[in-house]
């Protein structure tokens, strides 16, 4: 069974604990064994599970409970299917941490780090992938090829090495991995470089001659980190993998590969007890992109179709919106060009896939998601391909240039491939983003100035309360303590209504994700704060009806007051 499977799974299970009129033992016995049944089919350890089901089963004492707080039926309900709901989403982030805080570099000294792992298990693909991901975060960044076991390793890692601009170090003729090992980092050490990531040959399988050369590569380079690197889709066998390569070298940390696609992971997830190291990455595809942090209330979390706001926060921050100097001041302007609609496309597509950053955002099914993909990429490709079809003078105007000149609009067609009505149909998108952000960034930046100047802290202490007072009614407890709280909660909101630099800036950038996703309002978010952070990103859009479980139209509608400061929404 696949992750997202797994996930829905789990979470189908918990929504009957929480419809449930009451809960008692028997409800809690089958809500556990459908999730051990879910956990098991998707390859997690037998032991695990079993010990999951028993602390859960210790800290939700129903008796206990229930005596405790006997007095009114829906109190009773309400504080045991809470208190169930935390056990198992704890025991499930527990089973992906281990308690141990994972190894970070050092700035101004070299950090070795070595990797380990089974030949296939992605080792030489990850090795470029973690080295291009510390070389975007500022750091000096080498990689050593140790690996003379496998023919044409090190050129596999020197043509990823110089597609990333990553320096490396390798040989076609040495044949002793431990002396090009050593070589390699002394080199690097030398050159002051503060991130050098070392390759290591893998066999089939867990076997003697690969351990011992590992050993006597760790003696030359004395990493700082060894990461062991293992397959995603092994299923049962990764228990007793991890075990050997633990017992043999001192594992610091974990990165699972090929969890993209339709990888179990389930088995992976036990290589974390069995190295009592934390997963730090995890690998989802075969580009160099393709590496995601890993934390384990995020991944739960998200596995649940609860989102990952931390992940969306950072995906936002990278992309440096108020770099965009044009933008940002046609936003402040209130104008919005096709270029601009161009240009927040190209955004987009640089967060990564649509589904991973759609899958960022709570409430949002992964069903959903992953059947939504294929379709929202295509259309997205499709708007791009008519807009660079236009003239320059055509993408800096309003649109309007077409409504006045038909001819135009059908030589965009025609050169495009696209039929008349597609085009149509960007030209009233476009128009209805630009009238968001004349209505939003216009008049020195209509939601800076509803949040006080760039942030919530403008509003009056009445204000601001009765915000935190209809957020808190709207946003599932669990979620916002994941956010940080109300904090995390504010600041995201600023991030995402002026926080690029002007206001409008994400929201527009949120309503086209929806418009991509293809009709994803309302009814497709199965949360509360799925539903808002649409509203949210939509610019206070209005997406109709609240997703099961979330706020009531009343709610919504009452946010939207207290977000446009009581005065409606289409107000300059
Ligand atoms: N889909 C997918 N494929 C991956 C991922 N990581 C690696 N691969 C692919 O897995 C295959 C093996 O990866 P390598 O990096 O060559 O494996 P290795 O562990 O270095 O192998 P040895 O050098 O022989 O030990 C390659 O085809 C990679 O493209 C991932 O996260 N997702």
Known sequence: MVLSELGSRVNKALRQLADAPVVDEQLLDAILREICAALLASDVNVKLVQNLRTNIKSVVNIRELAAGINKKRLIQKAG???????????????????????????????????????QGSGKTTTCTKLASHYHRKGWKTALVCADTFRAGAFDQLRQNATKARIPYYGSYSESD???????????????????IIVDTSGRHKQEGELFAEMQQIAGAVQPDNVIFVMDGTIGQ???????????????GSIIITKMDGHAKGGGAISAVAATQSPIIFVGTGEHIHDLERFAPRPFISKMLGMGDLGGLMEAMQDLKLDKNKNLMKNLEAGVFTLRDMHEQLQTIQKMGPLGKVMGMMPGIPQELIAGTEQEGTRRFKRMMTIMDTGRPVELDSDGKIFETQPSRLRRVAAGSGAPTYEVEALLAQHKQFAQMVKKMGGSKGFMKEQMGRGGPGGMNPQQMAKMQQQMSKMVNPAMLKQMGGMGG???????????????GGLGGLGQMMQQMMGGMGGGAGGGGLGEMMQQMMGGMGGMGGAGGGGPSPADIAAMQRMMSGGRGRGRR
Request: net charge positive.
């Open 237 to 251: 066998a990764a228990d007793p993998q991890a075990r050997a390569f633990k017992e043999a070298i001192d594992v």
């Open 80 to 118: 045991t299917a809470r208190a169930s709901m935390d056990a198992v989403m704890d025991e499930l982030c527990r089973l992906v941490d281990p308690g141990v805080e994972a190894w970070k570099p050092k700035k101004g000294r070299a950090n070795v780090i070595m990797f380990v792992g089974l």
């Open 489 to 503: 909660m504010q600041k995201m909101m600023q991030q995402m209504m002026g926080g690029g630099g002007g206001g």
């Open 177 to 195: 991995p431990v002396q090009l090992a050593g070589e390699g980092v002394a080199k690097f050490k030398a050159e002051r470089f503060e991130i």
